[in-house]
């Protein structure tokens, strides 16, 4: 077990230097997406202002803990560029012309091989930025931040990518099925869009759907709760729980997927 | 005339091969709607309000949001961007298709199916939420409404194709052209109503042409403008110079054009 993750750590080295490499080739395009990551959670920060103008807190939390929800968003992101992201939305296009028989054919597992073949560091560098700077700036103004809920908030962000990984899975493995279908990563894009808003507006049936089934409360609210001191040693277990349901359920739906894929080339 | 009904024939039938992508495009964005609406539904449920807005006002102008995007809003600049970047423009120059008209046209076509499934989607939404829509009480605000989202169509299209047109300039523009979409979104009024926003923004929403998108036809729906008629005379204004923008940026691009890659 433990020369398998040493082997694929030294392997994820190798790919993240390779992706370095390519990144630094196009060096003006690297700047122009971290100006334009900055822009838009400036805007989703805007809105959020625009909102606090007019009500006090939403669904309790104030404007302050607010930032944190939008940062804790932004720093998932960039672990997920760092780790998987980019590898799903290429998937279409290996699966069309059929340059996704190369993961089948190497000895790592494919799934990871897609992953750590299209790391990137510029897609989201702005938004992880942004990221830590609104957490720690959403901290500094809060009252009752204590330095313990700090390693928990490490450990439910890792949480909240394995749900983010798990989700994008178990959609993305829709296009073996459905050979034309980028499309499926608008439902991940918004899926992290929304997963901005505290998770307790949701009510009734809706907080169901929005933990279990469709995980956007996890994604953010629960990190930015351990850091706000709302969350309670109950939730937190349940939380891990669903985190690597969805990464077993993830992995299970995507290796059945796999074995209907027909190679579109050759 | 004639030829570009052909082109509507067959581009509609290449969006239904579509259909698939359809539905989750729908289902990702009703997602975010539906998101807003427990948003708003969680703020008016500890008694607090946002701005002049009544819960049912807000709900609905959501739910037009979610119509509006997929009606009005163009996206074809994407496939105008692959067209000029991988030389295929080329083959347009020796046709005689109007390359404006072309793209109105795949436009309006490749449209229809979505805007169907559209107003399906938000019906059942409206169904769940339908103590909080609200409908208008008199014809002609119904009238105004169909006529400020045709125009609106119109509109968005130039403003899509203008983007489009910059590719002649700058070959990296999809970076550029997402920001530029982002930036019309939030002064369109597609993310929050115009009016919320603190006054400098609300001011500047004022003198750009975005505004007649999203914020212009629901406000109408939502019967708070009394009388419409001056604002679709500046609307009709903007659509003629946008429309020269078009026609100017396409002829100096033509100009320019290098047929790379072909």
Same mark, same amino acid.
């Given at each position: 077990?433990?020369?398998?993750?040493?082997?694929?750590?030294?392997?994820?080295?190798?790919?993240?230097?390779?992706?370095?490499?390519?990144?630094?080739?196009?060096?003006?395009?690297?700047?122009?997406?971290?100006?334009?990551?900055?822009?838009?959670?400036?805007?989703?920060?805007?809105?959020?202002?625009?909102?606090?103008?007019?009500?006090?807190?939403?669904a309790g939390w104030t404007f302050h803990q607010s930032i944190i929800l939008i940062g804790t968003v932004g720093i998932v992101r960039e672990m997920a560029y760092l780790t998987f992201r980019r590898g799903f939305l290429e998937l279409g296009n290996h699966i069309r012309t059929g340059t996704f028989d190369i993961f089948m054919v190497r000895p790592i597992a494919s799934n990871l091989h897609l992953a750590m073949r299209h790391l990137s560091l510029s897609e989201s560098l702005g938004e992880g930025i942004t990221g830590i700077v609104l957490v720690v700036y959403g901290i500094l103004h809060l009252n009752n931040w204590s330095w313990i809920s700090f390693?928990?908030?490490?450990?439910?962000?890792f949480n909240s990518l394995m749900v983010y990984y798990g989700f994008s899975l178990i959609i993305n493995s829709i296009v073996f099925w459905v050979v034309?279908?980028?499309?499926?990563?608008?439902?991940?894009?918004?899926?992290?869009?929304?997963?901005?808003?505290?998770?307790?507006?949701?009510r009734g049936i809706g907080k169901v759907i929005f933990t279990f089934i469709i995980p956007i409360g996890i994604i953010a609210t629960v990190p930015a709760s351990a850091l706000t001191g709302r969350l309670g040693w109950d939730f937190a277990?349940?939380?891990?729980?669903?985190?690597?349901?969805?990464?077993?359920?993830?992995?299970?739906?995507?290796?059945?997927?796999?074995?209907?894929?027909s190679s579109a080339s050759g | 005339m004639k030829k570009y009904i052909t082109l509507f024939h067959i581009n509609w039938q290449n969006s239904l091969q579509y259909r698939f992508s359809l539905f989750v495009y729908i289902g990702g964005y009703s997602l975010y709607i539906?998101?807003?609406?427990?948003?708003?539904?969680?703020?008016?449920?500890?008694?607090?309000?946002?701005?002049?807005?009544?819960?049912?006002?807000? +709900?609905?102008? %959501?739910? $037009? =949001?979610? &119509? *509006?995007?997929?009606?009005?809003?163009?996206?074809?600049?994407? /496939?105008?961007?692959?067209?000029?970047?991988?030389?295929?423009?080329?083959?347009?120059?020796?046709?005689?298709?109007?390359?404006?008209?072309?793209?109105?046209?795949?436009?309006?076509?490749?449209?229809?199916?979505e805007s169907i499934f559209i107003i399906i989607t938000a019906g059942i939404i409206s169904f769940f939420v339908s103590d909080y829509i609200s409908f208008p009480e008199h014809l002609s605000t119904k009238l105004y409404f169909l006529a400020a989202v045709i125009l609106g169509i119109i509109l968005a299209f130039e403003l899509d194709f203008c983007i489009g047109m910059i590719t002649?300039?700058?070959?990296?523009?999809? +970076?550029?052209? %997402?920001? $530029? =979409?982002? &930036? *019309?979104?939030?002064?369109?009024?597609?993310?929050?109503?115009? /009016?919320?926003?603190?006054?400098?923004?609300?001011?500047?929403?004022?003198?750009?042409?975005?505004?007649?998108?999203?914020?212009?036809?629901i406000s109408i729906y939502l019967g708070k403008i009394e009388n419409p008629l001056p604002s679709f005379g500046i609307l009709i204004v903007w659509i003629l110079i946008f429309f020269i923008l078009s026609r100017v940026l396409m002829s100096r691009g033509i100009k320019r054009y290098e047929a790379v890659g072909a």
């Open positions: 077990m433990l020369r398998i993750i040493t082997r694929y750590l030294r392997l994820y080295k190798a790919f993240l230097f390779q992706s370095l490499k390519e990144d630094m080739t196009y060096r003006s395009n690297f700047l122009t997406l971290v100006v334009m990551d900055i822009g838009l959670v400036s805007i989703s920060v805007i809105l959020f202002k625009v909102i606090y103008g007019h009500v006090n807190t939403i390693p928990l908030y490490i450990l439910l962000l034309r279908s980028q499309e499926l990563n608008t439902i991940i894009y918004f899926f992290m869009e929304t997963s901005r808003y505290p998770a307790d507006i949701y277990i349940l939380s891990l729980i669903i985190g690597i349901s969805f990464l077993g359920i993830g992995l299970f739906v995507w290796k059945m997927s796999i074995e209907h894929y | 539906g998101v807003l609406l427990y948003l708003w539904s969680a703020i008016y449920s500890e008694g607090q309000s946002v701005g002049n807005y009544t819960l049912s006002q807000l +709900t609905t102008y %959501y739910i $037009l =949001q979610l &119509m *509006i995007n997929s009606i009005i809003f163009s996206y074809v600049s994407w /496939d105008v961007i692959d067209n000029i970047k991988t030389g295929n423009f080329s083959n347009f120059l020796t046709k005689p298709l109007d390359y404006y008209m072309y793209w109105f046209t795949i436009n309006i076509s490749g449209k229809m199916l002649f300039w700058l070959t990296q523009v999809r +970076t550029f052209k %997402y920001m $530029l =979409q982002t &930036m *019309i979104l939030f002064f369109a009024g597609a993310m929050l109503p115009l /009016d919320l926003f603190p006054p400098v923004l609300t001011k500047a929403a004022e003198f750009l042409p975005f505004r007649y998108l999203v914020y212009f036809p």
